[in-house]
Nanobody, 119 residues
Framework: QVQLVESGGGLVQAGGSLRLSCAAS????????MGWFRQGPGKEREFVAG????????YYADSVKGRFTISRDNAKNTVYLQMNGLKPEDTAVYYC????????????WGQGTQVTVSS
């Protein structure tokens, strides 16, 4: 069983930046794609970004393309999300997942980290 701990969220003004981290422990994620998802107030959880094992294939939701960058450190079992140019509509709880297939997360979810962007 994999355990995920997300961190790095907080309150930031529009236009600001945050860097999220997700540390995985327990069963290693091997060559799985990893990714980030988010759930805004009153909304369903949605895909944000994904990355393959080598880090060379990265894909994003249209709403964050050009502003967010996903990366991973396999030696540390950690995936990151650098978020620049934040907008109030980015306000959400952000979750990582260590078994992303397409734009679905298949591993158990962690507690997430809250990101709040003020206008």
């Amino acid at each position: 069983q994999v355990q995920l701990v997300e961190s790095g969220g907080g309150l930031v003004q529009a236009g600001g930046s945050l860097r999220l981290s997700c540390a995985a422990s327990g069963r290693t994620f091997g060559r799985n794609h990893m990714g980030w998802f988010r759930q805004g107030p009153g909304k369903e959880r949605e895909f944000v970004a994904g990355i393959d094992w080598s880090g060379t294939i990265r894909y994003y939701a249209d709403s964050v393309k050009g502003r967010f960058t996903i990366s991973r450190d396999n030696a540390k079992n950690t995936v990151y999300l650098q978020m620049n140019g934040l907008k109030p509509e980015d306000t959400a709880v952000y979750y990582c997942n260590t078994d992303v297939i397409g734009r679905d997360g298949r591993s158990p979810w962690g507690q997430g980290t809250q990101v709040t962007v003020s206008s």
